[in-house]
């Protein structure tokens, strides 16, 4: 076998704009099929994504033996539940983020693919560009001094009244679609694990939090500034403010390296002191190669599912520090 026939479930939005591209352009993946809880649905979005075939159930799809790994872009309340499925199908599962609704059920998943002998990942498919790399190398070799603070965040308009983001009971909300990205970033940064969170949050008046801002404190002091929300301007951004200097990554979360995106490293007096280019890349094509890769050859994925379990404990101590005013404790 030389590539992995994917089974993407859900007619998805952002399969068909992205991530079913990223698997037709991979080396080592074929955009198989998809399912939908509607046939007709599932069969027209077959043929505009160019896939092979098509199911009117998620089960249907789950027990087709021609796929070997599973996409799910389902709302956020189903991740658990589908991808369990996928594992007792024998299926190895890409997951969007966030993993699960909670950290416990995020460990749920771990467990029950460990049980299954399946990989499990969670698309965070910035950490497979170059850019992450490199700026934790420059970081690393003290290109900025001492890191002390991150300041990083991830916002957009979210003017779809019915889009799935805003229900609460799929799991909506604006921590959990794009704040999991800038605490992601702080950990994988820093390496480590906060040891406490204070938060604050704006609901909307569906329930959902709009806009949440948050402190962590890491291990030696490094503190990080994170903030998310549904209700401000594009945002997708990280600074890393050192003793000496600044990295300031304006787009952060879905690196392409095209033409003008690039790491501005800033002196002690805000001064340019080095742009760095990237190189052009399709970070949803590498997260895909890397885990068809990883089934293929059976070798160990780049980021553990482990890694969303500790993403989602800091989502959970957000939320309780968001909900109750207190410094939530993690160390
Ligand atoms: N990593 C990234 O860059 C990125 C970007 C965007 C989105 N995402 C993630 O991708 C997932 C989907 O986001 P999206 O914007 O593509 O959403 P979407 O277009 O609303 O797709 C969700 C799909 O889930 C299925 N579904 C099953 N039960 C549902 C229910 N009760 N209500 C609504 N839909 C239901 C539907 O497919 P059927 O009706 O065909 O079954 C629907 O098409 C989310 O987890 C999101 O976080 C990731």
């Known amino acids: 076998m030389s590539t992995i026939k994917w089974g993407i479930l859900s007619t998805a939005r952002h ?15 074929q955009a198989y099929a998809v ?8 069969r027209q979005f077959a043929e505009e994504t160019g ?19 599973v996409y799910i872009p389902l709302p956020n ?15 190895h599962v890409l997951c969007e983020k966030p993993l699960a609704l ?3 059920e995020a460990q749920e998943m771990v467990d029950a693919f460990q049980a299954a002998g399946r990989k499990l990942a969670e698309a965070f498919q910035w950490r497979h560009h170059a850019q992450g790399e490199r700026v934790y190398q420059m970081v690393r070799q003290g290109e900025i001094g001492e890191l002390r603070l991150i300041d990083a965040g991830f916002s957009f308009p979210l003017d779809r009244p019915d889009d799935i983001r805003w229900d609460p009971a799929l799991g909506g909300g604006s921590l959990y679609d794009v704040g999991c990205y800038p605490i992601s970033l702080a950990r994988y940064i820093t390496r480590a694990e906060p040891l406490s969170v204070t938060a604050h949050a704006r609901w909307a008046a569906s329930g959902v939090d709009d806009l949440v801002v948050a402190t962590l404190e890491f291990p030696g002091g ?62 949803y094509t590498l997260m895909i190669e890397d885990f068809s890769g990883s089934v293929l050859q059976d070798t160990e994925l780049l980021f553990p599912p482990e890694d969303a379990v500790f993403n989602m404990r800091v989502i959970d101590a957000i939320f309780e520090a968001a909900r109750t005013g207190a410094t939530v404790r993690l160390g």
């Open 51 to 69: 896939l092979s075939a098509s199911y009117g159930s998620y089960e249907d799809l789950l027990a087709d033996p021609q796929v070997d790994a």
């Open 15 to 29: 399969a068909a704009n992205t991530v079913i591209p990223a698997i037709h352009a991979a080396r080592n993946a």
């Open 222 to 283: 490094v503190l990080a500034h994170i903030n998310c929300s549904f209700a401000l301007p594009l945002r997708r951004y990280f600074e890393l403010v050192g003793s000496e200097g600044t990295l300031y990554v304006n787009r952060a979360y879905n690196p392409t390296g095209n033409s003008g995106e690039e790491v501005l490293r800033y002196g002690p007096d805000r001064e340019v002191v080095q742009q760095i280019g990237l190189e052009s890349a399709n970070s």
């Open 77 to 91: 309340n189903l991740h658990k539940e589908w991808s369990i499925k996928a594992a007792q199908a024998g299926k």
């Open 102 to 104: 909670n950290a416990a």
């Open 35 to 42: 399912a939908s809880r509607d046939a007709g649905r599932a």
